[in-house]
């Protein structure tokens, strides 16, 4: 591989940005990694989660970013169930649904995996700019988790954003098993949910979208509230070990994955999905994509196109959440507790997203805009 003229800088040490550089090196380019914080993954321990269902059509996201591209990663366990509640109504759902995995401090963190794996330099405490990388270096890696440069290079479309409010907890918890509430009485418009750290930890989360019709709602008050429905649920009373806030964190996507030889990855690309969330998957695949551009087998718009589509579908599914009352999602509790609805979460490479996308569409476009 020719990278002797080659230059990387890659601005952010997250999931993207060390996925990047490992694919770099596969092909003998060792680009410069710099890092704002004073270490890989210096902030708050959270647990989040590979679900499969949103990650069609691949169906083990761990094994395929290991056989595919050599990019390792130990989950602190695989999902077997999946306990959905609505006001009225509640479904389990059992299979292989995907993984649990933590995040920061943590020395099993992936951001902590990754940097293990990563031979370049990684230069902690990095002040450098975006415009002092772009002189210096012959390509520059943006993977810095949220969208501010994309934004002020007016190359993002903001959809809306979003604030995730959470408690880590101990108490007694099945790894194996997510919970997810969907009650606009608990949490209008959003959902909450508890992700096992381990069988004496879990994460107990409330995520909503930040819309100016609801500019009077106190956050706070509506996790204290949550707490205590998962706390009668579970009937246990959790002791809180640590409280953490992420604000206006901006779902949307850029316009151009790439422009000139500055590429866009993870959050600054667009990676987080819009119906739950969920953006480490694509973030990971990003950081890969754009190390395969710059090495020169494949194009960064190419690979990424469909991502974009994902990211459009569950925009739809976003839309339609919003139109959904308590009554709806009782219904939709119900069918996944079915055997069909069961089998549609489990199904190997079906994108239910995709088609429930299709089948929203017509539904939205009946209903007012809210977003
Ligand atoms: C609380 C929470 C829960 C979540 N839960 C889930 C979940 O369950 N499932 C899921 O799939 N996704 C989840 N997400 C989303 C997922 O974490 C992100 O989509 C993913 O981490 C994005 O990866 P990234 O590489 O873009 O950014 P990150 O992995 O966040 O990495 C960005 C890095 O860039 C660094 N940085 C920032 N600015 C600069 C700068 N100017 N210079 C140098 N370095 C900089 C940061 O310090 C950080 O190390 C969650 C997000 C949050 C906040």
């Known amino acids: 591989m020719g990278g002797l003229n080659i230059k990387v800088a890659i601005m952010g040490a997250g999931l993207s940005g060390l996925a990047c550089a490992i694919t770099l090196e596969k092909y003998g380019i060792y680009p410069t990694i710099f890092e704002k914080r004073s270490r890989a993954g210096d ?107 994309a934004v002020k290079m007016e190359n993002f479309r903001t959809d809306y954003a979003s604030t995730l409010n959470g408690y880590n907890v101990s108490g007694d918890f099945n790894r194996y098993t997510i919970r997810v509430w969907m009650n606009n009485r608990i949490i209008p418009d959003g959902y909450g949910y508890l992700v096992p750290v381990s069988e004496k930890e879990a994460n107990i989360v409330i995520w909503y979208p930040k819309y100016p019709r609801q500019p009077d709602l106190n956050y706070q008050a509506l996790l204290e509230n949550f707490l205590q429905t998962v706390s009668a649920e579970l009937q246990q009373n959790f002791t809180i070990l640590e409280h953490f806030e992420i604000n206006d964190y901006q779902i949307g996507i850029c316009q151009n994955p790439r422009i000139g030889n500055t590429y866009f990855t993870g959050n600054c690309f667009g990676s987080i999905t819009p119906y739950l969330g969920f953006g480490q998957f694509v973030a990971i695949l990003t950081g890969i994509y754009a190390a395969l551009d710059i090495c020169g087998t494949h194009q960064y718009s190419n690979l990424t196109k469909p991502l974009r589509q994902n990211y459009e579908n569950s925009l739809v599914l976003r839309k339609a959440w919003e139109r959904f009352d308590n009554r709806q999602f009782d219904r939709m509790v119900n069918f996944f507790g079915s055997p069909l609805g069961n089998k549609l979460f489990t199904s190997g490479h079906f994108d239910v997203v995709k088609l429930a996308s299709y089948l929203a569409r017509p539904w939205i476009r009946k209903r007012k805009t809210i977003l």
């Open 43 to 149: 902030r708050f321990v959270n647990a989040e989660i590979f679900l499969s269902i949103l990650n069609k059509p691949v169906y083990d996201a761990i094994a395929f970013l290991g056989d595919q591209y050599g990019i390792y990663l130990q989950p602190t366990s695989h999902i077997h169930s999946l306990v959905l509640y609505s006001e009225r109504q509640k479904a389990e759902i059992q299979g292989h649904l995907g993984f649990c995995n933590l995040r920061g401090r943590d020395k099993k963190s992936f951001e902590n995996q990754l940097s293990r794996q990563v031979k370049s330099q990684i230069i902690y405490n990095s002040k450098y700019t975006y415009e002092q990388l772009a002189q210096d270096f012959t390509h520059v890696v943006m993977a810095t988790g949220d969208a501010d440069y």
